[in-house]
Every structure is written in structure tokens, then in C-alpha cells.
């Protein structure tokens, strides 16, 4: 039997998709605290040698780095990067891998050209690619973006383009295009619709992977900058400190563990929501 | 399906050719001077311009792709801009370790991955399957570098069962290239664990909801064997899938690894190479690991005739 | 040993790499070698003769010496491998301006002739600071020294094996059961070479926690640059000794472009001068107060020409705020627009990493607007060379640091230079300091160089050539329980007199 009043339709939903619940609370809770950042933490780039590698305190409740900077502060301002990082990473592979998807799946004659360049791309090993970008074209934080989105792009671009083959061809594309429906807003109004589910999953699961990808070049010497703290880059400047000062890497790596956790719990509970074969088995 | 097969074949070529165009003119078009870094430190302008003349560097674009090309297609792959070395050689020399630490990676990674995809698919629904999925995705949640060194403090400082890093070749004995080979690959393997576990359960969800398996389970078939013989070996083309997948991600996975525990393989040999701008190295390591990908994707479609005759790509 | 980096270039005189100098400190000779008390002494000449005006020295080679092919060292060797590395150093260069001619006389004997008496001639041939004045074969040495020699044949006591070596991961070598070692005791690079170990393998680990982890476990024996941070853990794991084998340390300089505003005007220099504060930075940097010292003087306390007259300027003891209400002045005099000044920031080296993001700070603090180009330190050696304004791709501050035994001597240690846009980078232009140079160069003894030192310094000091930013030492992590008889030798890890013994 199903709820009636809109409240208890909330409470069935939520009974019902634990994971999306859970993932989608925790990123709020982050993403509120890196919009306020600046009203529940002092500067992150303030830098005092002198009270280097202290243990956490009233003063300093996450203890301090190798430069004596806030580990707190540098965590909450760190979200606004880290989040960052994932949330444009995933929008503008997206954003790429669905034109070209599109294009590509729809037009049979540039599909063969498309899929091989996207083919070549994908042969290039992703984190050399980055390291390789990075190192020539200089750190920062829009480097880096660009450098883990270029790799993402042929997934998505396979993905869209999977979905346009099985659907070009279904009766209603052809009803409107003897209608005489104009190509973009066929592809708009008619095609683009059944990709997006599958594309709000595969942003999740892109985001999450943005980050931890984030962590991993930071650890290769070919992430953001190390002056605006990221999770990814503080633990990576903080690793000789493990057995001396292990608040330097804890800290940023368990947040860093529970948003991509909770991203990944989002793009399974998701997928499981919008699939409907999973959900029926469920 | 022999006209497949070549199809496919002949399909590697212009992918080849755009892998080589990309990687190129990525490094020659972007700043960055290799001449000056070889040069060192102390180095006038005169030295580093004789530098860069001996190099080839000063030739136009076009003339360098080209004579690179042409070299590559014969094997050549040039001279390290700094050991002087032929690349072929230093990959050669280093290709054992890399190939040892993917092998055994995937080989913990599918083997732990699919066990746990199973039972979660078996016992979907329950505390075990979340449990199961849910520490699955854990493992992927945490940086490769922080497993890596936490397992090393554990298990190599304070437990003494392995040793912390290096690598050893099977020449040495297999215990010795074994020993040096498992916590690199349990580090790495784990983070692969979900990804595939997930596909896993996935497709055996799917083949364990039809008719021919609720037939037999309702005839009295034992589980296990069922699973394993009937369940399996029809989920296996999306595990074969992922696991090509999960080839290209433990290439740069691979990369880590190796510089957290020391192993002297290909990753390391590329890192270097691309902060010296050493690019006849980066540019030949990169071309390799793209053959690599290109081979073996190539024989998962091909094994895909094999095992689903129904999948044809048009 | 794990080394502080790779050894991926062979030929010690090509380029100027501190590991390419261990190598040839391993597999080649030197004429002469410094002792422990900075002398020149002879290693592979027996007799030294030097005429009365002071212009030829005669140099006899001892006996026994061979290449490792098995030919016998000559002195046609000799004079074709020391013209090979005067081509690259510039110590070499110095001397070899001066330098007539270099006659062989016969098998074991050649000559130096000088157009005028010079005093460093042998200290030069001595030298430990990169490239070495190391002995090659003839037909080896004839190499142009623009190209790397693609042969290795020494005459020292390790034989490097090249069959082993993986560039990148390993370097093995091999005691040279031929070699005849002088009978004197070693000391520094002098002395009798005599090597005790079968095998000496370097194994190059880019991850410092991992080669502590190692070095802990019994992996390695040696680890040559240990994070400072990490001897805590180090010295309490058994076995572990730590010790300073490299006194002198290194000198961190900040580099200012003495091209471009603002810092081609004096007083903005000044202002950045006082705003630099070493403590801070050395406590960033290196952490362990015990392992660096404040440094007022360009040639590296505690080193011969260590002095620091003219450094009253730094107002070393007074307070940061005074310091800084200083500089602030001299900013403001200095007329400084504004402008974004560009520094240079090497992420991948720990060091470099956390002194320019302390200068960054300081800087700031005085009124500069900073701009932090961060990259890898690839990146920042191309962007350096470029003497555009800063907004064209040049730049305004960068950071990196000199050996303290290479900075101890103002003629040898390029970065010295201050001939303008042909100097070192940053291109500082006096005229003054490089005629003191000279003067230095040909000062008769010891006393008088170190009283033409000290007039250096305070120029050097008055007219901001570049920032210091302090002097540390690298203590080395080996295990105490197996080793013994390791020498204190600055710039080049030497493996002869040490041995196994547990």
C-alpha cells in the first residue's frame, strides 16, 4: 500500500534507498561546511614554523602540519577544492562525453572516425597523461581538472553513444523524424532524455574517482598546488609524517575516504533507483 | 567471424597512429626544456643551446614526428635523452617487475572480487550482501599510498612477515619473487575489489533470475555446483569486460605502486622520465602501454566470439 | 645506500649533477684529492715539482697505476682528461685562462706552464665539490665535452659494472683487485684509497618513508638523505646510527632577478632582504634546530672563508616586527607599484617546497604582492633561464642551494658571479665584487684570501647579490650494528676504507 500524504511518501523513499539517504546527507553536511568555511575556521594559509607538528589541541583542534598551518582549517577550506575537483571534473566529462556521444551515435558516418580518436584516447594511460599535462603545462587547479577529465571523456562518450544506437532506431525517433523533426531537437527532446540517467550515475561514480585520481597525482608530485590545501595533496605532503605525526594524514584521509564513499553510496543508490530491472529484484 | 577478427585487426592501425600524434605533439607542443634540465645546474646559455642542437630538439615539428615515426614502426624507439640508453632496453630491463605486479594484482583482485560478488549475489538482499558491498567500496574509498603504507608499518616493520619493499626476478626463486610481490599487490588489488565485485553481482543477479536456474534449483541441484558451473560461465562476458577495464586502470595504478614499494618497473621508469622531460622515453613507454591496452582489448572482443556467439559489433 | 637521487648520467665532467660526481668519486682517479683539513694533496702524482717563479709544475705519476682494461695509466691521459673538465668548470676555467701550455714530457710526466704565478692550481685539481677533475683515457677524454662519454673505463678503486646498472633503480660496483692504493692513511679524497667491500650497491627508492622503512628492516645499509623529520623514528630503531658526515652542509639562497622591477632597485631589495627570515624557514624546511644554524656570511660558516662582516644588514637579532616595519619602509621607498611578482615553487622537493612557501609569506607580509608558480623543479630550471619580464614568462623569485663546500669558495661556485646578464641566474651586475674576485683569486696565502673575503661579503651583503636563507647539515641514517670506517667527506660519498663487520 502506498503512502498517501507527501511526508510519508519521504519517509517510504527514504526506507526504501538507505544509500541514497546516507551519501546524499554526508555530501550535504561537506558541502555546507565548504561554503561556510571562512566562518568556522581561521585563514588556511597562515603559516607559523614555530608550532609545526603539534599534536590536536583546544588551540588547534586538528593539530598542526610540517609549516605549522591549521589542520582543521586547511581540512574545511580543503573540502571546497576537493569538492570542487570532483564536481567539475564530473560535469565537464559529462558535458564532453555526451555531445560527442550524441554526435557520434547518431551520425553513422563520423561514428567510425569518433570512436577511434575516443579508442587512441583511451589507450593512453590515464594517470601518465595527467602526470605528463601537469608537469608541461604547469600546477594548478585548472590544470589538474582538465587533466583528469580528458581521460574520463571516452567512458561517457561510450556510454551516450550506446544508449543513442539502441535508441535511434526505436519507433518513436522514427515518428519524428519523418515528421520532419529538425536533427537537434531531435536529439534533444527525443534521444537525449534516456541517456540521462545512466549519465547522473556515471557522474557519481566519475566524481569519486576524480578525487581519490586528485590524491593519487598530489602523491606523484603532479597535483594542485600545495599552497590551497586539498584533501588529496594533504596527505600526500603529510606522508613521511605517519608514524610521527598521524593526524596529519588521518585527518584529511578520513574525509577524503567518507565523500568518496558517500558519492559511490549516491551512484548506487541512484542506479538502483533509476534501473529498473535492479530495483525490481530488490 | 574470421572476417571479424580482421575487421578488428585491421582497426588497431588508425588508433595506433592517433595514440602516436597525441602522445607527440603533447610533448613537444607544451613549455618545457629538456636541453636546459640535462644541462644542470651550472650550465651557460651556449652549453645548453649545443645541447639542444645534439638532441634534435631544434629540428622543425613535422621533421622530428616524422623521423620518430618512421623509427617506431621499425621498433626503434629511441635513446633515453639521459642513461643514453636504447628505450627498448630499459623497458625490456624493467617490463618483468610491472608485468609480475599486475599479473598478481589482478589475480588478488578477481579472485577476492569474485568470491564476494557471488555470495553477495546468492544472498542478495541481506546483511551479508550490504556488508559485502559496502566494505568492497570502502577498500576503493582510500588512497593506494595510504593502504600501501599502512599495510608496510603493519605487516613489514612491526609483524616482520614480509619484507617492506623491492622487488626480487623469478630467476631468484619463486618464494623470493612471491614474497616481495604480495603486499604490493594486496594494496593495489584491493582497490580494484569493488569495481569488479559490483559487475560480478550484478550479472549474477541477472543470470540467476532465469528460468533455466530457478528449473534446476526447483529439480534439487546442489548450490555450489550450480553456481559455479551454470551461473558463472554465463555472467562471465561482463566480468571478462571489466576485468579488460580493470587492465587499463591497474596501468596507472601500477604507477603508484611502484614508487610506494619500490619495485622497479615501467611505472617509475615513465614518472622519471617525465620530470626530466625525457621525452624518447616518456613518448616510447607511452606507445608500449598502448599496444598493451589495444592487444588485450582486442583479445577480449575476440574471446567474445567464443563465448556469446550473439555479440557482433556491426 | 640509497642515494639523495638517481644516477642517470655517466659522465661526471657533462654535467654538474652531485650524482654524477659519487660516481666518479667511485670508478675514476684524481691527480689530487682535499684532505680532511681542505689541503690538496697528491693522489695519483708521486712527485710534484714546481719552479722557482712559481709558473711550471712538473707532475710525475706514481707507479702502479692502470686503467681498468688493464693498460697503464699515462700522462697523455692526464693532460687530455684535465682539458676536458676545464671545458666544464668553473674553477678550471678560471685556471685555465691563465694557462700557457700543457706539454706531455714523457709516459709518466707532464706540465702545467703558467702565464703568471696562479695559487689555487692544485686546489682546483683537487676539488670534491661537482664536476671532479677526474682521470679518463685518452681516446675517452678526447670526447667533446658538449657530448657524454658512451665508454667507462677508470682507474679507481670501484669497478662499475655495467652490465648491472638499471638506470633509474641501480648501480653496482666492484672492488678493483688492481688498483694500489697509496700507503698514507685515507683523508677526505686523499690518502690511500683501500677498499674493503666486495660490492657497493646503490638503490635508488624515490619514496623517503620507504627507504626508512628499509634502512629499519635491514634492507639497506646506507641512507643518505633522510627527512629530518624521520631520525626520531630512525635513531630509535636498533641498529640505526645517525651521523653527519658533511659538515659544511648546504647554503640555501633565495635568487632575486636583478633584470626586472622591483628588484632591480636597490631598496626593494633590501626590503626583501630584511623580510627573509631564516629562522623561520629553516624551522619549516628542516624542523631539528640541532641540524641547521642562521648564517650571515655567502661562503658557509665554518668554512675557511666563512666570514660575515656586512651582515648587520640582515638584523639577524632583532625582532621580526622591526624587520619587517623596516622593510615595510624600504618598500614604500623603493616605489613598488604593486605589481605581482612571480616565485618560483618547486613542489617536488621537500625543501624548496617549504622554503618558497615560507618566503611567500614573507613576503607578503612586507607589502608584496606574491604569485606563486608552482610546478615541478623541471619546470622551474626551464623557466629560470628565461630572461623576459616576469609577465612574459620570466620571473622574479626562485630558490635552490649550493653545497657548502662549492659556496665556501668565491671564485669556484658560479652563482658567485655578478657579470650581469652573463652571471648565474638572476644576473646580478657589480663590478666591484668581480674585481674582488680576482683579487682573491691571486691573494698569496690564506690570511690575505680571507681578509679579501671578508670585503666581498659586505659588498655582497650592502648590495643584496641574493637572499640566504640559512645553513643545514644532512645527517646520513646507516646501520651502526654493520658498518664501520665511513669518512667524512663533503660532496662525495666515498666507499673505500669501509667495512663489513657483523
Redesign the interface.
Do not use: T, W
Given at each position: 500500500m502506498q503512502p498517501t500524504t507527501a511526508s510519508g511518501r519521504l519517509v517510504d523513499f527514504m526506507r526504501r534507498h538507505p544509500t541514497i539517504v546516507v551519501g546524499g546527507l554526508l555530501l550535504f553536511t561537506i558541502a555546507l561546511a565548504a561554503v561556510f568555511a571562512p566562518l568556522i575556521a581561521r585563514d588556511p594559509?597562515?603559516?607559523e614554523?614555530?608550532n609545526?607538528?603539534k599534536a590536536p589541541s583546544a588551540e588547534f583542534w586538528l593539530g598542526t602540519d610540517?609549516?605549522?598551518r591549521d589542520i582543521y582549517a586547511r581540512m574545511v577550506y580543503g573540502a571546497r577544492i576537493s569538492l570542487l575537483v570532483g564536481l567539475t571534473v564530473a560535469f565537464f566529462s559529462v558535458l564532453a562525453g555526451a555531445v560527442i556521444g550524441l554526435v557520434a551515435g547518431y551520425f553513422r558516418r563520423i561514428d567510425a572516425v569518433v570512436m577511434?580518436?575516443m579508442?587512441?584516447?583511451?589507450?593512453?594511460?590515464?594517470?601518465?597523461?595527467a602526470?605528463?599535462?601537469v608537469?608541461?603545462?604547469?600546477?594548478?587547479v585548472k590544470v589538474v581538472i582538465v587533466a583528469i577529465v580528458i581521460p574520463e571523456i571516452p567512458r561517457v562518450t561510450r556510454l551516450v553513444r550506446a544508449v543513442v544506437l539502441s535508441v535511434r532506431d526505436l519507433p518513436y525517433v522514427e515518428a519524428a523524424r519523418s515528421n520532419g523533426t529538425r536533427v537537434g531537437k531531435l536529439l534533444r527532446r527525443h534521444i537525449l532524455p534516456s541517456t540521462v540517467a545512466p549519465l547522473i550515475v556515471q557522474a557519481t561514480y566519475i566524481c569519486?574517482s576524480a578525487i581519490?585520481t586528485e590524491?593519487?597525482l598530489s602523491?606523484?608530485?603532479?597535483g594542485t598546488?600545495?599552497?590551497f590545501p586539498t584533501w588529496?595533496n594533504m596527505?600526500?605532503?603529510s606522508?613521511?609524517?605517519?608514524?610521527?605525526a598521524p593526524w596529519t594524514?588521518f585527518a584529511p584521509?578520513i574525509c577524503?575516504?567518507?565523500v568518496?564513499?558517500a558519492v559511490?553510496?549516491l551512484g548506487?543508490g541512484l542506479r538502483d533507483r533509476l534501473d529498473p530491472?535492479?530495483s525490481r529484484?530488490? | 567471424m574470421l572476417a571479424y577478427i580482421f575487421r578488428r585487426l585491421l582497426g588497431v592501425i588508425p588508433v595506433m597512429l592517433i595514440v602516436g600524434i597525441f602522445v607527440f605533439s603533447l610533448l613537444h607542443l607544451a613549455p618545457g626544456d629538456p636541453a636546459a634540465i640535462i644541462a644542470g645546474d651550472n650550465a651557460t646559455e651556449a652549453n645548453v643551446a649545443r645541447i639542444r642542437t645534439s638532441l634534435g630538439l631544434d629540428r622543425p615539428l613535422l621533421e622530428q614526428f616524422a623521423s620518430w615515426g618512421w623509427s617506431t614502426l621499425q621498433g626503434d624507439l629511441g635513446i633515453s635523452m639521459y642513461s643514453m640508453t636504447p628505450v627498448t632496453t630499459m623497458v625490456q630491463q624493467r617490463m618483468g617487475a610491472t608485468f609480475s605486479l599486475a599479473v598478481t594484482t589482478m589475480l588478488v583482485a578477481v579472485t577476492i572480487a569474485i568470491t564476494l560478488g557471488v555470495l553477495a549475489a546468492w544472498k542478495a538482499g541481506s546483511l551479508l550482501d550490504r556488508a559485502v558491498m559496502g566494505l568492497s567500496v570502502a577498500s576503493f574509498s582510500v588512497p593506494v599510498f595510504v593502504v600501501g603504507y599502512i599495510m608496510v608499518y603493519f605487516v613489514a616493520l612491526q609483524w616482520r612477515w614480509l619484507p617492506v619493499q623491492g622487488y626480487m626476478p623469478l630467476s631468484e626463486g619463486f618464494w623470493n619473487w612471491l614474497r616481495h610481490l604480495i603486499l604490493p599487490s594486496f594494496a593495489l588489488g584491493l582497490a580494484y575489489v569493488a569495481l569488479i565485485a559490483r559487475i560480478t553481482r550484478a550479472s549474477m543477479l541477472d543470470v540467476l533470475a532465469e528460468d533455466y536456474i530457478r528449473t534446476a534449483s526447483a529439480k534439487g541441484v546442489a548450490t555450489v555446483p550450480m553456481l559455479l558451473r551454470h551461473a558463472l560461465k554465463n555472467a562471465a562476458v561482463p566480468i571478462i569486460t571489466v576485468v579488460g577495464i580493470g587492465v587499463a586502470l591497474l596501468i596507472s595504478g601500477v604507477v603508484i605502486t611502484e614508487s610506494v614499494f619500490n619495485v622497479p618497473g615501467v611505472g617509475r621508469l615513465v614518472v622519471d622520465a617525465i620530470s626530466r622531460r625525457d621525452y624518447p622515453v616518456i613518448q616510447g613507454v607511452m606507445i608500449i602501454f598502448a599496444g598493451i591496452y589495444v592487444l588485450i582489448n582486442l583479445m577480449i572482443d575476440i574471446s567474445y566470439c567464443f563465448l556469446d556467439p550473439r555479440i557482433r559489433y556491426s | 645506500m640509497v642515494p639523495h637521487g638517481d644516477l642517470s648520467v655517466l659522465d661526471p665532467i657533462w654535467t654538474t649533477q652531485n650524482m654524477a660526481a659519487y660516481h666518479g668519486a667511485m670508478m675514476y682517479d684524481t691527480l689530487f684529492g682535499i684532505d680532511a683539513d681542505f689541503k690538496p694533496q697528491p693522489q695519483m702524482v708521486g712527485k710534484t715539482d714546481i719552479s722557482a717563479d712559481r709558473k711550471t709544475y712538473t707532475f710525475e705519476l706514481r707507479p702502479g697505476l692502470k686503467w681498468h682494461d688493464g693498460t697503464a695509466v699515462t700522462a697523455r691521459d692526464c693532460v687530455a682528461s684535465v682539458r676536458r673538465w676545464q671545458a666544464k668548470d668553473g674553477a678550471g676555467q678560471h685556471l685555465f685562462e691563465r694557462v700557457a701550455d700543457t706539454p706531455v714530457v714523457d709516459e709518466k710526466t707532464f706540465r702545467i706552464v703558467l702565464k703568471e704565478p696562479y695559487g689555487l692550481l692544485l686546489d682546483a685539481l683537487a676539488k670534491t665539490s661537482t664536476p671532479l677533475c677526474v682521470m679518463m683515457k685518452a681516446e675517452i677524454a678526447a670526447t667533446d665535452p658538449n657530448t657524454q662519454i658512451t665508454k667507462h673505463i677508470g682507474s679507481g678503486p670501484f669497478k662499475f659494472i655495467e652490465a648491472e646498472y638499471r638506470p633509474g633503480s641501480r648501480v653496482v660496483y666492484e672492488r678493483n683487485p688492481d688498483y694500489v692504493p697509496r700507503s698514507e692513511p685515507a683523508s677526505g679524497i686523499a690518502g690511500g684509497k683501500r677498499v674493503l667491500l666486495d660490492r657497493v650497491i646503490w638503490d635508488i627508492m624515490p619514496d623517503a618513508q620507504t627507504a626508512a622503512s628499509a634502512l629499519m628492516a635491514g634492507e639497506v645499509d646506507y641512507f643518505e638523505v633522510p627527512p629530518i623529520d624521520i631520525l626520531p623514528t630512525l635513531s630509535a630503531a636498533p641498529g640505526v646510527k645517525i651521523e653527519v658526515f658533511n659538515k659544511l652542509g648546504n647554503i640555501g639562497q633565495v635568487r632575486l632577478n636583478h633584470l626586472h622591477p622591483p628588484f632591480n632597485n636597490l631598496a626593494a631589495r633590501k626590503a626583501a632582504q630584511l623580510a627573509i627570515n631564516q629562522e623561520d624557514i629553516q624551522r619549516a624546511a628542516v624542523g631539528d634546530p640541532k641540524y641547521y644554524q642562521i648564517c650571515g656570511s655567502n661562503f658557509t660558516c665554518g668554512s675557511a672563508m666563512g666570514v660575515e662582516d656586512g651582515s648587520e644588514v640582515l638584523m639577524l637579532k632583532a625582532p621580526m616586527a622591526e624587520r619587517q616595519a623596516k622593510a615595510r619602509e624600504l618598500l614604500k621607498q623603493s616605489g613598488y607599484d604593486g605589481k605581482p611578482i612571480v616565485l618560483l615553487h618547486a613542489t617536488n622537493i621537500h625543501v624548496m617546497n617549504q622554503t618558497m612557501l615560507v618566503v611567500a609569506q614573507n613576503l607578503r607580509q612586507v607589502g608584496f604582492n606574491v604569485q606563486l608558480a608552482s610546478s615541478d623543479w623541471a619546470g622551474v630550471v626551464t623557466r629560470r633561464a628565461n630572461q623576459n619580464p616576469p609577465d612574459q614568462g620570466g620571473w622574479n623569485v626562485f630558490y635552490t642551494w649550493s653545497g657548502g663546500n662549492a659556496a665556501s669558495s668565491p671564485i669556484s661556485l658560479f652563482a658567485h658571479a655578478a657579470i650581469g646578464k652573463k652571471a648565474w641566474f638572476g644576473w646580478p651586475e657589480n663590478p666591484e665584487i668581480e674585481k674582488m674576485r680576482t683579487e682573491w683569486a691571486y691573494a698569496s696565502d690564506a690570511e690575505a684570501r680571507r681578509s679579501v673575503a671578508r670585503r666581498i661579503n659586505k659588498t655582497m651583503m650592502d648590495y643584496v647579490h641574493d637572499v640566504k636563507t640559512g645553513q643545514w647539515v644532512s645527517p646520513v641514517a646507516y646501520r651502526g650494528d654493520r658498518l664501520r670506517g665511513l669518512l667524512a667527506v663533503p660532496e662525495v660519498v666515498p666507499w673505500w676504507n669501509v667495512e663489513r663487520y657483523a
Open positions: 594559509l597562515a603559516l614554523p614555530i609545526r607538528l610540517s609549516l605549522g577511434r580518436l579508442d587512441g584516447l583511451m589507450a593512453i594511460p590515464s594517470i601518465l597523461l602526470i605528463a599535462l608537469s608541461l603545462l604547469g600546477a594548478s569519486a581519490l590524491a593519487g602523491f606523484l608530485g603532479a598546488p600545495p599552497e588529496g596527505i600526500a605532503s606522508r613521511l609524517y605517519l608514524q610521527i594524514i584521509g577524503l575516504a567518507l568518496v564513499l559511490n553510496l548506487d530491472r535492479i529484484r530488490m | - | -
